[in-house]
């Protein structure tokens, strides 16, 4: 089975190359983020020609998260636990019948927290402690569950570029990057990093200042296993060539391989 994460960067916008990556990486699921679209107005239409089950948890004009699967969810939860207030469209959890029982992936777009010095670092982090505490709840079903998506988290000093560059950015800041690892410390495994150590390592690329000619990347789109889901993890990749065709989303697709059958 193929999970994969990808912030897609309006959904509209990038219709064209979203059905054709689905085409060409076939992912049993993805996970997406930014999908800038309420409900409705998703254009599900396409996706579900090629075979998926679609569901969104939608947003007008900004955020967004949608959850693409080939086999029909038996369960799907919208919305971060933890904040009745937080009206950001960022979670959705969808369960699924694979055999030996039950998989769980969530998709999440977690805030990007910048500028720092307002109140969108204090919600970052706040979001991050209600994460934590929502994966603990779910790591006691002892079920395989993976955490999909873009956390705007540079784990690593070699997740990024220039780590001069980002040192005073909310994606690297020590509070942001002890908050991932106190995530990581209940059990959870980087897929990616499980597989290789592997540096320049990146999926994301900024549209200014010829970054993507460059190489200035950074790393931060990350699936996070449970134990359950991390034995059963077999492969996984970073499809970079995405980044290089037209009209781009600045992330490009990341991908798990997992030796699941669904029932």
């Not at 996970?31 to 679609?54: M, N, W």
Request: proline share 6%; with cysteine; net charge negative.
């Amino acid at each position: 089975m193929k999970i994969a994460t990808w912030n897609i960067n309006g959904v509209k916008a990038r219709l064209d190359g979203l059905v054709g990556w689905l085409r060409e990486s076939n992912p049993d699921m993805a996970c997406l983020q930014e999908i800038k679209s309420v409900d409705e107005t998703f254009p599900r239409g396409e996706i579900e020609a090629l075979g998926y089950h679609v569901e969104t948890h939608g947003q007008k004009g900004f955020n967004g998260v949608a959850l693409l699967s080939k086999v029909r969810p038996d369960e799907i939860n919208r919305g971060l636990p933890g904040d009745p207030a937080d009206e950001q469209s960022r979670f959705i959890e969808g369960v699924f019948s694979v055999n030996g029982g039950a998989l769980r992936v969530c998709c999440l777009y977690l805030p990007n927290g910048n500028p720092v010095e307002t109140e969108k670092y204090p919600y970052k982090l706040a979001w991050m402690r209600r994460l934590a505490a929502f994966a603990e709840q779910r790591l006691v079903l002892e079920e395989p569950l993976i955490l999909a998506g873009d956390y705007n988290v540079i784990p690593e000093a070699h997740d990024c570029w220039d780590v001069k560059v980002w040192r005073n950015d909310a994606l690297y800041l020590p509070e942001t990057r002890a908050a991932f690892r106190r995530l990581r410390n209940l059990g959870f495994t980087d897929a990616v990093r499980a597989t290789s150590d592997e540096a320049p390592l990146y999926s994301f690329w900024d549209y200014q200042a010829g970054c993507w000619q460059k190489n200035f990347g950074i790393r931060i789109d990350h699936l996070m296993l449970s134990p359950e889901a991390a034995d059963k993890l077999v492969s996984t990749s970073i499809e970079k060539h995405v980044r290089a065709w037209e009209k781009p989303s600045d992330h490009v697709p990341v991908t798990a391989e997992f030796a699941f059958e669904t029932s």
